[in-house]
């Protein structure tokens, strides 16, 4: 979208008081334009060519045409518009969610519920759904606007991959995740030979369904992680929304590392934070953690990363081309962090080269600058 238009919004949902609420969040950003509104997913998809949204909103469950099936429509037609999906905070719509979020939704809110009045309820509603417009409205504009302004990436000269094989896969993702974990995950093998730990930024119940999706698509076993869950090689572990994860070393010699869950205060505005897990990890595995940082709104994971690479373990960084936001992988590649950014389809081959390395193969891994 040109630079100083006002980004253009179409919002759908059955319910009007919902519709007040989100033209109430619209109009109070002199960025934004409410450009229509519909009450369902077929008069929405037939209003897209006369209205032509930068973004839409767009409920998760309503008559005639829910919204995943609306999304799987607006896909088809091949248009690329960034929607965010409205979803009630219940089993059933943190289902259909994850659905469309793997569908290809950019980014979710959940509806507020419990406030005294509407303007409280438009406050919090604000603070969530705001700043992921914005991101991905931006996001939008970079796509559409001409440019030969490379992201400037500092080089590294340190030796390339740990001094001994990674032993733990620590991945931290937050906008447009459930997608690229879609990705990512089913190309790793059912006998990979390392434990994966995820913190995706997303609430309770949310990372429960998104658990059982992927375990339904994915070669390794999946599962929502449990505070004392033995950390195994093969296993995949998302962390539990409204919880930090943390690994820690393990009573007794020779017993396998355990997950503990803390309600710590949010770091980076998030629980589970991606700073938290992997600064765990690098206290526990030092050089042998491998930290991959993948599409996400914010900074969450920098910290984290640093402490990563200090401790001479390895980072990998989603490419800004392949990231619904490039915040979160942005954010380390410009540090110098990344040992490699690489376009998503890449990243689990990256994973699985590093993880089958030997010892003295590690080694030898060099390079002089980030790819």
């Known amino acids: 979208m040109p630079q100083g238009r006002r980004t253009r919004i179409l919002i759908v949902d059955d319910s009007a008081v919902m ?144 001094s001994t094989p990674p032993a733990v ?31 995706q930024h997303m609430p309770e119940l949310f990372t429960q369904m998104l658990a059982e999706r992927l375990a339904r698509t994915c070669p390794l076993r999946i599962v929502e992680a449990a505070e004392g869950s033995p950390v195994g090689a093969g296993t995949v572990y998302i962390a539990r929304g409204n919880w930090h994860m943390e690994v820690c070393v393990a009573g007794l010699p020779g017993q396998p590392h355990i997950l503990h869950l803390n309600q ?36 969450d994971g920098l910290a984290g990363a640093r402490l990563i690479h200090a401790r001479g373990g390895t980072i990998l960084a989603q490419d800004e081309a392949s990231s619904a936001v490039w915040g979160m992988p942005g954010a380390v590649a410009r540090a110098g962090l990344a040992h490699r950014v690489l376009p998503l389809q890449s990243v689990a081959a990256e994973i699985l080269r590093l993880a089958g390395r030997t010892e003295t193969e590690a080694r030898m891994l060099r390079e002089t600058t980030v790819s």
């Open 19 to 162: 519709r007040s609420l989100l033209r109430s969040v619209i109009s109070s950003d002199p960025a934004l334009e409410l450009v229509g509104a519909a009450a369902d997913g077929e008069s929405a998809l037939g209003m897209l060519e006369s209205l032509r949204p930068d973004l839409a909103l767009l409920d998760v469950e309503m008559p005639v045409m829910d919204g995943v099936l609306t999304l799987r429509e607006l896909r088809e037609r091949h248009l690329r518009i960034p929607v965010i999906m409205c979803s009630s905070l219940t089993q059933r719509g943190a289902a259909v969610t994850i659905e469309a979020l793997a569908a290809g939704a950019s980014d979710y809110v959940t509806k507020p519920s419990g406030q005294a009045n509407p303007a409280a309820a438009t406050q919090v509603l604000s603070q969530d759904l705001l700043p992921k417009i914005h991101a991905l409205a931006g996001k939008q504009q970079s796509r559409q606007t001409p440019t030969t302004r490379q992201t400037a990436i500092p080089p590294t000269s340190h030796p390339y991959g740990p």
């Open 169 to 199: 896969v620590v991945i931290g993702v937050s906008t447009g995740g459930p997608a690229a974990l879609d990705v990512v995950l089913p190309q790793l093998p059912a006998r990979f030979p390392l434990p994966v730990l995820i913190v």
């Open 264 to 299: 710590a205060a949010p770091e980076n505005h998030c629980r589970p934070a991606v700073d938290v897990l992997f600064r765990s990890a690098a206290a526990v595995y030092g050089g042998a953690a491998l930290g991959v940082v993948l599409t996400g709104m914010g900074s």
